[in-house]
């Protein structure tokens, strides 16, 4: 049984960095061609990829947030995490992590985290 | 970035046949993938690179398409399909998601 879980601080301060992590189970990233991305939504808008890391450690960003973007993961206790600097008001969103086996869409989904950025 | 273009809502009869459309600004093979949200849950996959059914998925919902033009096909609409339905390609980079078309059933 595959499972997705974020966690992140809630709430934080405009400038701060945003620290996500997500665990899961049932599944392994170091299996050949197998990722874990990182999508968010804001509240009642539409979805933006974010990041993604493969098994063979490659990593995939956003170009329009490359900068701000640190995607890393620790294998043997099956976790990816996500690091966005200076954040602000426009960061507040629903924040997914989410399987990705190859070319096949994104086939599981974790619960996502809710994160809102204000002072 | 690819843009992809979905209709913004769509009102249908429990019963019915809805084709829900998403346009590319630019070529995407077969990778375009289809996900359905509900209110307050995380979104689910439906179809894979166009036309493939994911797993659990009933097979009341279909897709199609190749290049630009993609359409996901819900027949017969059950009540349970309310929902916004999102497109997203893979082919191009960044990866891209549809605005979403909202179902609701009369």
């Known amino acids: 049984q595959v499972t997705l879980k974020e966690s992140g601080p809630g709430i934080l301060q405009p400038s701060q960095t945003l620290s996500l992590t997500c665990t899961f189970s049932?599944?392994?990233?170091?299996?050949?061609?197998?990722?874990v991305g990182w999508i968010r939504q804001p509240s009642g808008k539409g979805l933006e990829w974010l990041a993604n890391?493969?098994?063979?450690?490659?990593?995939y960003y956003n170009p329009s947030l490359k900068n701000r973007l640190t995607i890393s993961k620790d294998t043997s206790n099956n976790q990816t995490f996500l690091k966005i600097t200076n954040v602000d008001t426009a960061d507040t969103a629903t924040y997914y992590c989410?399987?990705?086996?190859?070319?096949?869409?994104?086939?599981?989904w974790g619960q996502g985290v809710m994160v809102t950025v204000s002072s | 970035d690819t843009v992809l273009t979905q209709s913004p809502a769509l009102a249908v009869s429990p019963g019915e046949r809805v084709s829900i459309s998403c346009r590319a600004s630019e070529g995407v093979n077969s990778y375009m993938h289809w996900y359905q949200q509900k209110p307050g849950q995380q979104p689910k996959l439906l179809i894979y690179?166009?036309?493939n059914l994911a797993s659990g998925v009933p097979a009341r919902f279909s897709g199609s398409g190749s290049g630009t033009d993609f359409t996901l096909t819900i027949d017969p609409v059950e009540a349970d399909d309310t929902a916004t339905y999102f497109c997203?390609?893979?082919?191009?980079?960044?990866?891209?998601f549809g605005a979403g078309t909202k179902l609701e059933l009369k």
């Open positions: 890391i493969w098994w063979d450690d490659d990593k």
């Open positions: 989410a399987r990705i086996p190859s070319t096949e869409g994104i086939d599981y």
């Open positions: 049932g599944f392994s990233l170091s299996t050949y061609g197998m990722g």
């Open positions: 997203q390609q893979s082919w191009n980079d960044p990866n891209t």
């Open positions: 690179k166009a036309s």
